[in-house]
């Protein structure tokens, strides 16, 4: 069953088509990756499913229900939490407070009640402090949670803002190159994260340049180049699709085409 669609969507950026005319479904309970060549309009196809950008043309639905005209933080609330290209973490607050950030975006007591404390308001804050330390024990970080974000490594830190965008149990969570300057050991546990997340069914809808990554854990691939969606299906056929090794599998390394 769909869970997300992209209906024949386009944005334009004066004469830059950075997504031209695609139609993506992203199933409930799946790994899906959206792959391509630096450029392609990977990234500006999550800030479109997260209303970052409105679309010039087409549609987006979540369960059926269009998100044309839906706020960023309304987006949030109806399932849908992202993970960005680079870590936005609040470097100087403990781990556990970044987390609880996430719940209180998505929460009624928003970060002013949190902060003042109001009595009917103390309940969710007891309840925001359990659901991050879920979260944070999910991602392996709970022994860390009065940390200062700052002093995570690398690896570390890009699992807590997975934790923080799991806080407010998403339907659906995006994954703006989470492998990103991650060493191999840190890429292993990474994988088991995402597969646990699934297991929870939690549909993932990841952007990745990791090709062993994205081999390992994704059970269908997209593939975008300028913009088109040029290929999807399963790992084996996304590989040995020619559109997709002409556009950049190439000799096995990426080939970095970043457009003018
Ligand atoms: N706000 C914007 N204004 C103008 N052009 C933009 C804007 N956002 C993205 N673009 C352009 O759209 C195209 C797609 O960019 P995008 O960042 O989505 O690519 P990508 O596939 O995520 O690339 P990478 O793998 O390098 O992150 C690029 O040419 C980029 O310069």
Redesign the pocket.
């Known amino acids: 069953m769909s869970l997300l669609s992209l209906n024949n969507v386009t944005i334009r ?2 004469g ?1 088509t ?1 997504v031209d005319t695609v139609n993506l479904e992203v199933k409930q309970g799946e790994i899906l990756a959206l792959i ?10 999550f800030n479109l499913i997260t209303g970052i ?1 409105k679309p010039t043309e087409g549609e987006i639905t979540l369960a059926g229900k269009s998100l044309a005209g839906v706020p960023t933080h309304k987006v949030a609330e109806m399932g849908i939490t992202r993970t960005f ?1 680079t870590i936005r973490l609040f470097t100087e607050l403990s781990v556990l407070d970044n987390v609880k950030i996430g719940a209180h975006c998505s929460g009624k007591a928003g970060l002013f009640h949190a902060l003042t404390r109001v009595p009917g308001m103390k309940r969710e804050e007891a309840e925001i402090t359990e659901k991050s330390l879920e979260a944070l024990q999910f991602l392996d970080l709970v022994g860390k949670r009065e940390e200062l974000a700052k002093n995570l490594s690398y690896g570390e830190q890009r699992r807590l803002e997975i934790a923080r965008a799991l806080v407010s149990k998403p339907k659906i969570l995006l994954l703006d ?1 989470p492998a990103a300057g991650m060493n191999p050991q840190e890429k292993v546990v990474l994988m088991d994260m995402i597969r646990k997340i699934r297991d929870t069914g939690i549909t993932i809808f990841l ?1 990745e ?1 990791d090709m062993k990554l994205v081999m390992g854990i994704s059970e269908r691939i997209a593939v ?1 180049d300028y ?1 088109k969606l040029i290929a999807e299906g399963l790992p084996q056929e996304v590989r040995s699709n020619k559109a997709v090794i002409e556009a950049y599998l190439g000799s096995g390394k990426f080939k970095s085409r970043i ?1 003018r």
């Not at 391509?36 to 196809?45: F, L, Q, R, W, Y």
Request: aromatic share 10%; net charge positive; proline share 5%.
């Open positions: 950026f004066g830059l950075a391509g060549p630096n450029g392609a309009g990977k990234s500006t196809v950008y290209q190159e952007v340049h975008l913009g457009r």
